[in-house]
């Protein structure tokens, strides 16, 4: 009787993970397996796991990645000039509480949107706020909130995220309004939140596509100078793929 109620008062203040820990315990009878201090520390384990947990899948769910990937699922065996090492000691997210950014360009296929993903799901195991745009619908979603008073929220809602990821950048050259929407974005981040920007045009050709050489300055200055750059070569991954299935 005396376990039941300690067992609701638990699910009153919504502690699932000890709910389903204690219940276990008294369940299998190992309680007298367990000293005062061990069981205090299972019980909060369980609950602090549960927590992470519920946490990690609502990063996820909100950041919204083109690829469900994490760190396990990257190739370094394709030769892609994917230094292994590098990309590991990024795993721990270091650049992220410095308030750097990565840069990565390559082919079409090569894996660059992958990668990127791969970045953001890292960073989310790491409990960092992150979200995914591709740049055409990020500059068209908050053109739009211009047009109906929504953009100040809009833009402080990407401001506050940890790590932004906006893939795809170049594919057509930028409007007047693009070009500004994209420099305030990378001001508001600038040495403080960290964006992680793929394209397939190599960084000496952004000043072509952001088509305003004075913003394209401002653009360039605050991304290349601050940020780890990852060149991607090679062949299609998709085509490497095709041709193993072959």
């Given at each position: 009787?005396?376990?039941?109620?300690?067992?609701?008062?638990?699910?009153?203040?919504?502690?699932k993970?000890?709910?389903?820990?204690?219940?276990?315990?008294?369940?299998?009878?190992?309680?007298?397996?367990?000293?005062p201090?061990?069981?205090?520390?299972?019980?909060?384990?369980?609950?602090?796991?549960?927590?992470?947990?519920?946490k990690?899948?609502?990063?996820?769910?909100?950041?919204?990645?083109?690829?469900?990937?994490?760190?396990?699922?990257?190739?370094?065996?394709?030769?892609?000039?994917?230094?292994?090492?590098?990309?590991?000691?990024?795993?721990?997210?270091?650049?992220?509480?410095n308030?750097?950014?990565?840069?990565i360009?390559?082919?079409?296929?090569?894996?660059?949107?992958?990668?990127?993903?791969?970045?953001?799901?890292?960073?989310?195991?790491?409990?960092?706020?992150?979200?995914?745009?591709?740049?055409?619908?990020?500059?068209?979603?908050?053109?739009?909130?211009k047009?109906?008073?929504?953009?100040?929220?809009?833009i402080e809602?990407i401001?506050?995220?940890?790590?932004?990821?906006?893939?795809?950048?170049?594919?057509?050259?930028?409007?007047?309004?693009?070009?500004?929407?994209?420099?305030?974005?990378?001001?508001?981040r600038?040495?403080?939140?960290?964006?992680?920007?793929?394209?397939?045009l190599?960084?000496?050709?952004?000043?072509?596509?952001?088509?305003?050489?004075?913003?394209?300055?401002?653009i360039?200055?605050?991304?290349?100078?601050?940020?780890?750059?990852?060149?991607?070569?090679?062949?299609s991954m998709?085509?490497?793929?095709?041709?193993?299935s072959?």
């Open positions: 009787m005396g376990y039941q109620a300690t067992i609701e008062k638990m699910k009153l203040m919504k502690l993970g000890m709910v389903r820990a204690f219940s276990s315990v008294i369940e299998a009878e190992i309680g007298s397996n367990f000293s201090d061990e069981l205090v520390a299972y019980l909060i384990d369980s609950e602090w796991d549960e927590r992470y947990n519920r990690l899948t609502y990063l996820l769910r909100v950041a919204k990645f083109r690829y469900k990937v994490n760190f396990s699922d990257i190739d370094f065996t394709n030769k892609r000039n994917l230094n292994k090492d590098a990309i590991l000691r990024l795993s721990d997210c270091q650049w992220i509480k308030g750097k950014s990565v840069v360009t390559g082919a079409t296929g090569v894996g660059k949107s992958f990668l990127a993903s791969a970045f953001g799901n890292q960073a989310c195991v790491n409990n960092y706020n992150t979200m995914y745009f591709s740049c055409m619908k990020i500059f068209n979603k908050l053109k739009l909130a047009a109906d008073g929504t953009y100040i929220r809009e809602k401001k506050k995220q940890d790590l932004l990821i906006l893939d795809d950048f170049g594919l057509e050259p930028l409007d007047a309004s693009s070009r500004l929407i994209f420099l305030e974005i990378l001001e508001d600038y040495k403080v939140k960290s964006t992680v920007i793929t394209s397939q190599p960084m000496n050709k952004w000043h072509d596509v952001i088509n305003e050489p004075t913003i394209a300055d401002a360039c200055d605050r991304i290349f100078n601050h940020s780890h750059i990852i060149e991607l070569k090679g062949e998709r085509k490497i793929k095709t041709k193993t072959d």
